[in-house]
Antibody, heavy 117, light 110 residues
Framework: EVQLVESGGGSVQPGGSLRLSCAAS????????MHWVRQAPGKGLVWVSR????????SYADSVNGRFTISRDNARNTLFLQMNSLRAEDTAVYYC??????????WGQGTTVTVSS | QSALTQPPSASGSPGQSVTISCTGT?????????VSWHQQHPGKAPKLIIY???KRPSGVPDRYSGSKSGNTASLTVSGLLAEDEADYYC??????????FGTGTKVTVL
């Protein structure tokens, strides 16, 4: 079964850092681009970041560029999102998703990040 | 990176059809055939129901169909069922390795 499982969410103060993980199983991880997408409480989906299958070409939404870093460990079938200089507006459920032809085909269940003092 | 524009809500009775629009620009929806649609039930993860404008993943009923004209994409749900009540989001590749989602539409089955 194709599965993505996020972890690493939690509560952090403004200015703090968190590292999210997304464990992939049931498919050949190295063959796929991967995304992070977030959803603030009661709000819509927002694309955050994408990385190519070899990790060589990351891209970011303007709102997180320079603060977040996407990476992957293909040997461990795991996607990461390092989040620094966190702000209240980064509070959201963070989903990882597998890319298929420039769309998000398979989604994890999400991990919650709360940024508050 | 402005969000694509969707109507906040849409509704229809069981058995009827509902169509949701997704309006962008020539830099995203109008410039690429990489428009997707996702369905999200409350408290659940999104689910892909349309990709590349009009293609359906395996297992998605043919009651769901997609199209595009110019800078506007559309999702039509035919033969509405109670289980179709959910939030729907479009997304599009926007060039330069950037992606954008729509504002979301809440579909109510009357």
């Amino acid at each position: 079964e194709v599965q993505l499982v996020e972890s690493g969410g939690g509560s952090v103060q403004p200015g703090g850092s968190l590292r999210l993980s997304c464990a992939a199983s049931g498919f050949t991880f190295i063959n796929y681009w991967m995304h992070w997408v977030r959803q603030a409480p009661g709000k819509g989906l927002v694309w955050v970041s994408r990385v190519t299958n070899d990790g060589s070409t990351p891209s970011y939404a303007d709102s997180v560029n320079g603060r977040f870093t996407i990476s992957r460990d293909n040997a461990r079938n795991t996607l990461f999102l390092q989040m620094n200089s966190l702000r209240a507006e980064d509070t959201a459920v963070y989903y990882c998703a597998r890319d298929y032809n420039f769309g998000m085909e398979v989604w994890g269940q999400g991990t919650t990040v709360t940024v508050s003092s | 990176q402005s969000a694509l524009t969707q109507p906040p809500s849409a509704s229809g009775s069981p058995g009827q059809s509902v169509t949701i629009s997704c309006t962008g620009t020539s830099s995203d929806v109008g410039g690429y055939s990489f428009v997707s649609w996702h369905q999200q039930h409350p408290g659940k993860a999104p689910k892909l129901i349309i990709y590349e404008v009009a293609k359906r993943p395996s297992g998605v009923p043919d009651r769901y169909s997609g199209s595009k004209s110019g800078n506007t994409a559309s999702l039509t749900v035919s033969g509405l069922l109670a289980e179709d009540e959910a939030d729907y989001y479009c997304s599009s590749y926007a060039g330069g390795n950037i992606y954008v989602f729509g504002t979301g539409t809440k579909v109510t089955v009357l």
